[in-house]
Structures are given as structure tokens and as C-alpha cells.
């Protein structure tokens, strides 16, 4: 970072042009970017080709189907982002409320407590302009957006299982994780599951059901499964792995099946047919947040980060 601030220093490089780079990264194609930036689509392709020519790399590989950052573009946006964001700091800490666009990104497992903090956050500094967005995705990619600051705040979870893994990847990026709660393994099913009768669900209880899970595409290991428990703890015959939650709640829902979390659930956002049952096991999870370590955090994050621990009260 250091390194990067000297050489920003002894260039003619400008924020503008940092964030020409990321709106172009952010929209994978230069048309979009630059009606984003208010900027013609000439004088954005001008003001990138100066920049890679001035720092000698190239950031984007163009083709007739859209720009894509090559591997020595994407270093360059990690501190782009980092350099943009302190910037905005600085802005807030001295001149007040930033004007104009209002942006903030989270990257989170599939939970609605973090989807009910984001939407606190909207409500608070929304305004007539902002750019929010809230990617709830796979582990591996939490990780990766937070280390590239996509999104300033990352949530997901720690056990037993995946701790040392995960942990180790998390300092591996240069973030840090800080946890929220620590909960007992809880499956949800719906309430007309005949699960849902049960005071406390056994593993053995499960064989008969679904077991739906969330797909983490290259990074399919139980190290990464958004589930503490995997189909090597217990017997489990029928698999489903979805993307989204709404698609998993209406499996939950239309075919009888379960997963396993946390037990926190929001039926203001899933409504009130999915239910949660304490698990008959020893497993525990901790949720938290994992940021980039040394970096001070936007009165967006530090709202964020207030509003998840409200939700969780």
C-alpha cells in the first residue's frame, strides 16, 4: 500500500481515473461504465488507455463480448478500491456528508438478519442517490470481494469443521474476522414438515429428507459449505444444492426438506411457514464479519455492522 500511495504521488494519476477503473470492472462492459460515471464512452476508453500506459500494465483484456480485468488488473483494482475508499473517509471525516452518490457493498452468506441490517442501512443514508448492493454468495467469493474490497464488510461463519481452513485464508487476504454470536446447530424445515413436531431434531431423524445446501461452485468442499454439518457426518441420501434462498425456502417448503444453521431467521423477509429446530448434536457456529485489517471502516460499515448486532439482540 505504502509503495502504491509513493508511485500515486509521483504520477498524474487521479482518483477520477481510479474510478473510471472500478466502474468499468463493476460493469464488465465500457458502455455501461461510462454512463455510470456521466462520462462519454470515447473520453472513459481515452482516460483508461492513458492510465495502463502510465502505470505500464494492462488492467483490462477487451473482446467484441465485453471487458475482462486480467490478473495484473485486478492487483491494481485492490488498491484502487483501497485509495478511493480512504478517500471518501477523509472526505467524511472533514467535510461532513459526502455528496453525491452514496456506494456501499456487503458480501454475506445466505442470512436475513444480514439483509435486514443492510436494509437499515438504506434507510438511514439512502437520500435521493446511492449505490448499495449486497451480494449474498459463496464462501470462497466472501472472501475474494472483501480482499478486493468489492464489498467493504464480508459475514460468514466459523466451526470446529472449517476454522483452521478458513481462518487461514482470511489472514492469508489480509482481513480479519470478528465474531457476532456463537450459536447451536439448528435445522429449518417448514412447518408442515413432520420434523416440525419434534422439540429437538436427531441426525437420524433427517435420513428420510432432503438435505438442501448451498452449491460453492470450484470450492465444493465441506471446508466451504454455508451448512456446519455435510453428507459425511450423517447418512444422507437426497441432495439438493440451490444458489439463492428463496429457492431453497420453497424447497424447504414443496418438497419437505431441511438445512442446517444457525437457527436466526427473519419472518418478516421468509414469512412464517419455515421454522427452526435445535439440532441433537455437540456442533456449535460462530457468525461474524471479516474486514480488511488495518482500515478504517465508512459510517456505512460501523452502521452495518450496528444494525446486524441489533437484529441479532
Known amino acids: ?11 498524474s494519476m487521479t482518483l477520477q481515473q481510479l474510478k473510471y477503473v472500478v466502474a468499468v470492472a463493476d460493469a464488465h462492459n465500457i458502455t455501461e461504465a461510462s454512463r455510470r460515471v456521466f462520462v462519454s464512452q470515447p473520453s472513459l476508453t481515452a482516460a483508461l488507455q492513458e ?81 448499495f448492493t449486497l451480494r449474498e454468495t459463496q464462501t470462497h467469493e466472501i472472501i475474494e470481494d472483501v480482499s478486493h474490497l468489492k464489498s467493504e464488510i464480508g459475514v460468514l461463519y466459523l466451526s470446529s469443521r472449517n476454522e483452521k481452513v478458513i481462518t487461514k485464508l482470511i489472514q492469508k487476504n489480509n ?8 450459536a447451536p446447530l ?49 447418512d444422507c441420501s437426497k441432495n439438493i444444492q440451490v444458489r439463492d434462498r428463496a429457492t431453497l425456502f420453497n424447497l424447504l417448503i414443496g418438497l419437505d426438506g431441511y438445512t442446517i444453521c444457525s437457527g436466526v431467521i427473519s419472518h418478516e423477509l421468509n414469512g412464517p411457514e419455515i421454522i427452526a429446530r435445535p439440532l441433537d448434536c455437540s456442533e456449535h457456529m460462530t457468525v461474524g464479519t471479516i474486514t480488511r485489517k488495518g482500515m478504517n471502516l465508512s459510517r456505512y460499515a460501523d452502521a452495518y455492522i450496528h444494525a446486524l448486532k441489533k437484529h441479532l439482540s
Not at 482481513?175 to 456463537?182: A, M, S
Open 1 to 11: 500500500m505504502v509503495i502504491f500511495l509513493h508511485i500515486c504521488y509521483h504520477s
Open 51 to 131: 492510465l495502463e500506459s502510465e502505470m505500464g500494465i494492462t488492467i483490462f483484456s477487451r473482446s467484441n463480448k465485453g471487458v475482462t480485468v486480467t490478473n495484473e488488473g485486478d492487483e491494481f483494482l485492490s488498491y484502487a478500491r483501497q485509495i478511493l475508499e480512504q478517500a471518501n473517509l477523509l472526505e467524511e471525516r472533514y467535510k461532513g456528508a459526502v455528496d453525491g452518490n452514496t456506494i456501499f457493498s456487503v458480501s454475506c452468506q445466505h442470512y436475513s438478519f444480514a439483509v435486514n441490517a443492510f436494509v437499515d442501512v438504506i434507510r438511514k443514508f439512502g437520500g435521493n442517490e446511492y449505490d
Open 175 to 182: 482481513l480479519v474476522f470478528e465474531p457476532l454470536f456463537t
Open 186 to 234: 439448528h435445522v429449518f424445515v417448514s412447518k408442515k414438515n413432520p420434523l416440525a413436531k419434534k422439540k429437538k431434531i436427531k441426525l437420524s431423524d433427517l435420513a428420510d429428507y432432503p438435505y438442501l445446501t448451498y452449491e460453492q461452485g470450484d470450492f465444493n468442499s465441506f471446508y466451504f459449505a454455508e451448512e456446519p454439518l455435510t453428507e459425511i457426518d450423517f
